[in-house]
């Protein structure tokens, strides 16, 4: 056909035209490059091969095109934008004598020819990284990946930018601002509008979750060709646009007509395409909804206790059939002449009966309110049986949270990866008891008290029938009877999972706990990769859950932990009412395909980059050694004390795993409730299951602000009841829930030996495993016990918002002789000014052995600090060794402490817990050891003395950058752009660590226990600069004269343990002289001149501290005579340093 003919010719010539321009050779040889070494040092053998990446093949072309694909949409407007300015000189009718087209085929033809030359390169591309691929020892080829996302990323880009550049330029025929429109849409996307409305503006596939699973594929199918789909139709849309608006001579009807009814179809496929976007955003947001409403009229309702459940299961496709016999009990006091229970929306109740006579009922979306024709009284049992089908609709599982990518990220590097908490198809089920896939006697959330969580504790049976094939695995000891496969539980459990899929199993006995592993096959190449461990890993397996015991002081309560494997989707929120994620359930954990999210699960690689490393420092392991070493580091980082450190949104995010074992020792085992305070059992939780990292020990010398700090300076605002009832986020629960939980055990260890509550609670907590526990009964055990009640203190606890302030004066140590022994006094001075009692703990760090696991690496942190460090930490929540003494002050008290030691102290530990001092934990270096008097008989304890200590020595005046007479200078402004937009600033929090690397053009506070202050040490620092920016220090002067003015230099005295070869009961090196806080000499500080300008009486001074050789603590900038009212200091950016950082000034009267 001619037209054809002339849009193959138009398209050819294009792409030679095109091929040939300098701009995109330019762009198509560095892509070349780009990505070929890209690929060889992601996914080749010699490069990186990081697991995230290389566990799971489709991540190889679509990290390829996603990168790509952003190049290309910005290179392809300026390409595309460029053709009316070329070609219009070609519009003379000689040229259209010669060679007659329409606009259908001219414009039709410059599309292809473009969309060809860009899609060549693609494949080029894609060849190149499918080689890497073929090349890799370790990954697997998902070739059907390869074209997929071809078609899905690349097509509807290019189409799409190419309509919007001909339809723009048509319209504004101007090509700078052409430019500009289509650039600005381009960063609007990537910065701003990929996340909303479902993805909807996302026109890149910036944002767009595409992560393929290699075990269920793309989990959202329908999503992705709606969106790419909308983007392709209005892309075409505006290229058939573009033919009508096209000014050249009079062309074709029949052309004019074909545009004209492909514009009305493209743009009815973009509007179909959009709508089904919109309406999967709205009906995932309505079912949140319509969860939180409903939930909200039924949360005051008494809900029975289950304590038994019998499943019938059967599979069929994307649907469940099910019948249960639900048996429970009314553990409320007054009768229920209701029974409610939640099941999940998208299951359809077919009937319920009871004794085999059905019941009246009322479903109100996901609850089920049943008419049992009587009272049950309390104390009473009933049992149901409801039978029901359908499917799962997953936006019931979290109504809380939002699907806000940019808010929750979820993310393998930098591609985003879809988060499902459900699979119902043919070939996999996986059903958590979050999806209510069975009914509960319970909300999934309560709206007005959000902490608040019903647990139950059930003896589960489940009876399953699936498709061929395929294996079911839930909890329990499992056996197989005609096809069925049952699974029979004695344990009680809170709640009962059910995955269904091609799975094949290991198993592994030790100490009377059975190991189980389902996995996918061709996943479990772990079994190569530490190979050496097959006859050690039994010892392995037991060291490191008796390790877990130990750390937690109790037992691991089941007989079985299952380690099964799930798609990459699977993903769980956080929750408010729990730290425990639906990736741990009741001895079973859910773990990623291949252990793709986990950290040092690529055994192999980094067993061959260890074996290098070794081998070039001529040191002699095994492989056995070093394979044992890698499982352990493994195992740790994953299931016992890992965190995820990132960044979200700007801002630092340091959570705990989502794979951690420490609620198998507590969440699941015990459970304690009080009707008035509803947050109880997330307190026990929090307190219980605590583990130490060494992020946490670091903040000691690091500074910057901690979670218990973060708390504090929350719960300053309100009461903890208060906090709770604005429904903060899941971080902020979990700092403010932390913090009242370790002062409440805290409170209930100082009415006691700490030793003998620990011992006491770790067996009431064994007594009452896998029971309900009201703390009324709780509070009468303890008043029985120790002759103490936790009661009386919980209405202060929960309700009152002020909080007590601890001073810390009078720092002594000395060397005493007790019988003939040499051994240590250390004392100080504790007062608590505010009106409200406190509590604090100590803890001595000394010079001999320690406990707890070491940790050696590299560390800057705040002035002064930084070297090489090894550090003891501390790895359990329940049982703190390491705490020397609890301290109660009432308010306005002072007490002076006194503590007997052993071995040579080197600091106080001292943690304040819930109160005003930031930081909480506070580092009082013990720097001098004096010697004591011989005859006296110094004893430890507690003395109460009459007189609050004063901080300040009469004839003196201290400004801190904390009161009223510090300037802070220049306040950073929110742009206008930024308000239209909404971007909230990255420096939100009011105090922050020190930036190392990009400190802020403004004053920024920061603290650290170094710095000086009342409650808060803080101080504040900037980028180093030509003395453009200041602050200044003021005070009023009542008595004229000379004053000795001084500045306040916070440097850390002490510096961390460092070991250097010697045994572990080596005495620590000496600090270092002049205030020094490193291991080694620092080559490249920070910081370094700081200027000061002093005003007095004869003018105005600029005195330079060289901040490293300035001594910790007050420095002297000179005497000056000053005779009006008011003295200032000021300190400017000026420095030649990195950094500039002012903390407090003080004026002494001369004598």
Known sequence: MPFLQNISTVSKYESKTLGRSWFFRLFSIGALIIFTFMNIGLFSPVGDESWELVSIPSSVPLINLYLLNIGQ???????????????????????????????????????????????????VILGIALIINIISKIMSVDIMAYFWYLIIICVPTIVFSLGLAFMLMSVIRNQAVTFLVLLGLAALDMFWLWHRAGFISDYMAFGLPLFKSGVTGFDNPWLLLSQRGLYMCLGLALVFATILLFKRLPQSKTHTVLSVILLVAFLSGAGYFGFNVLNTWKKNITAKSNVTETNRRFENMHFPALTDANIVCRHKGKLIEAETILKFRNDNNNGLKKYIFSLNPGLIIREITSNGKPLDYIRDYNIIEIDPGRILDPGRSDSISISYTGSINESFCYPDHTENFKETPYRIEMLNVNKRQAFLSKDYVLLTPETHWYPVPGLNYYPSNPVRIKVDFTRFNLRVSTESGLFPVAQGKMKKENGTFIYENDIPLTGLTLAIGNYLSDTLRVDSIDYYTFYFPGHDYYKKDLAELRDT???????????????????????????????????????????????????????????STLQNAGFGKRFSRQKKNMIRNNQVVTDKELQVRLFNDFIRNTFISGENFRFINGVVVNEPTRYRLGPSFYFFKNNFYALDYPVINAVFESHLQKVTTPMTGMRRFTGGISEQDRANLILRNGSFSEILSMEPASDTIRAI???????????????????????????????????????????????KRFGFEILPYMDDWFNRNEQPGFLFTNIEAGEIVVGDRLRYLVSFTASNPENVAGIFNIALRTGGPGRGRQMTGMFRGGPGGGGPFSMSMQGQGMEPDDISRIVVLEPGQAKKIKVILDAEPRAIIVNTLFSKNIPGEINLPLSEIKKVKSGSTPREGEEIISKLPDKIIPGELIVDNEDEGFEAGIIETTSLLKKLLRVRSRNRAEYSDINMFRAPETWQKAVQSAFYGRYILSSVYTRGGTGDRSVNWSVKIDDPGYYEIYCYIGKVRDRITVRTGRGPGSAAPQAPPSGDAGGEPRRDSPYKDIHYRVYHDEGIDEI???????????NNLGRYYISGDTAKVELTNKSSGRIVIGDAVRWVKAD
Do not use: C
Not at 561 to 576: D, Q, T
Not at 768 to 782: A, C, G, P, T, V
Not at 1104 to 1114: C, K, R, S
């Open 537 to 595: 890993l039994p010892l392995l397996v037991s060291g490191i859950m008796r390790e877990l015991e130990t750390n937690f002081s109790t037992l691991y309560p089941f007989k079985t932990l299952s380690l099964l494997e799930v798609p990459v989707h699977f993903y769980s929120y956080p929750k408010m009412s729990t730290q425990t994620r639906a990736e741990l359930q009741p001895s079973m954990l859910l773990l990623p395909e291949k252990l």
């Open 737 to 783: 829930v932390s913090v009242k939980g370790d002062y409440l055990f805290n409170l209930m260890r100082s009415k006691g030996s700490i030793n003998e509550f620990n011992s006491w609670f770790r067996k009431y907590l064994d007594d009452h495993k896998f029971q309900r526990l009201d703390i009324l009964k709780f509070n009468s055990d303890l008043k």
């Open 1104 to 1114: 330079t501290v060289d901040f490293e050789n300035a001594d910790p603590g007050w």
């Open 73 to 123: 949409a910005l290179i392809v407007i300026f390409l595309a934008a460029d053709f009316l300015k070329r070609d219009k000189k070609l519009d003379t009718n000689e040229v259209l004598y010669t060679r007659p087209m329409s606009n259908f085929e001219y414009v039709i033809g410059k599309t292809a020819g473009i969309l060809r030359l860009f899609l060549g390169l693609d494949l």
